[in-house]
């Protein structure tokens, strides 16, 4: 079986400085992870993934976020936290060496960011 | 990447009747999954939707409450049936593209209120 778990139900921040939501996984095989937002009445989009490759994966609006296998986490990171950061943000995985083949996603994790 | 619209955006319904949420994806994908978040959760996997072949549901979900359909490759609907106030939530389409970059995109989502 495959899960995820994000301890934080809410993170804050002051904008301008960095932020961190954290994010850990338990898979049988290798992982695919993954993390998305999800803004106010509406839907999830996504942030960033890791397949394969550099520990340290960038994406969308300036996130990145590192896969540590022997930690089992996947930590979403941002240098400079925006106001409009503000949302919910969900981590998932997925394990395609246990034939599962959709996403499992955390219970998510609110940033607030303050001016 | 792929685009998936959703219709009804949002519906209030009287608790006993019927809606259909209708799923169109703007590429042939093999597989759509629909997820259920209630309110302030974590997304919930229903069912997995292949073409040709009858949705797998997971545990908790069962076919008369939720019927689903996949008529081709690109458009899904669920049916949530005989709806109580328990049923009000978030109703989320999403698909994968078969050999692509593995995301999963979802669409906006339907959002139910049950009186």
């Known amino acids: 079986a495959q899960s995820v778990a994000q301890p934080e139900d809410q993170v804050n921040v002051a904008e301008g400085n960095p932020l961190t939501v954290k994010c850990t996984y338990s898979?049988?095989?290798?992982?695919?992870l993954f993390w998305y937002v999800q803004y106010p009445n509406r839907g999830l989009q996504f942030l960033l993934k890791?397949?394969?490759?550099?520990?340290l994966v960038k994406g969308s609006y300036g996130f990145e976020a590192e896969f540590n296998k022997s930690q089992t986490s996947f930590h979403l990171k941002k240098p400079s936290a925006l106001v409009s950061d503000s949302a919910l943000y969900f981590c998932?995985?997925?394990?395609?060496?246990?034939?599962?083949?959709?996403?499992?996603f955390g219970k998510g994790t609110m940033l607030l960011v303050s001016p | 990447s792929a685009v998936i619209s959703q219709k009804p955006s949002r519906d209030i319904c009287q608790r006993g009747t019927s809606l259909t949420i209708q799923c169109q994806v703007d590429?042939?994908?093999?597989?759509m999954f629909w997820y259920r978040q209630q309110p302030g959760q974590s997304l919930t996997l229903i069912a997995t939707?292949?073409?040709?072949?009858?949705?797998?549901?997971e545990s908790g979900f069962v076919i008369d409450k939720f019927p689903i359909s996949r008529p081709n490759l690109t458009f899904s609907t669920l049916t949530v049936s005989n709806m109580s106030p328990e049923d009000s939530s978030i109703y989320l389409c999403?698909?994968?593209?078969?050999?692509?970059?593995?995301?999963?995109?979802f669409g906006p989502g339907t959002r139910l209120t049950v009186l």
């Open positions: 998932a995985v997925r394990d395609l060496a246990s034939g599962y083949s959709t996403l499992t």
């Open positions: 999403s698909a994968y593209l078969a050999g692509g970059p593995h995301e999963q995109f």
């Open positions: 939707a292949n073409q040709g072949s009858e949705a797998t549901y």
């Open positions: 898979v049988s095989g290798n992982p695919y």
């Open positions: 590429s042939q994908v093999t597989m």
């Open positions: 890791y397949i394969t490759g550099d520990n």
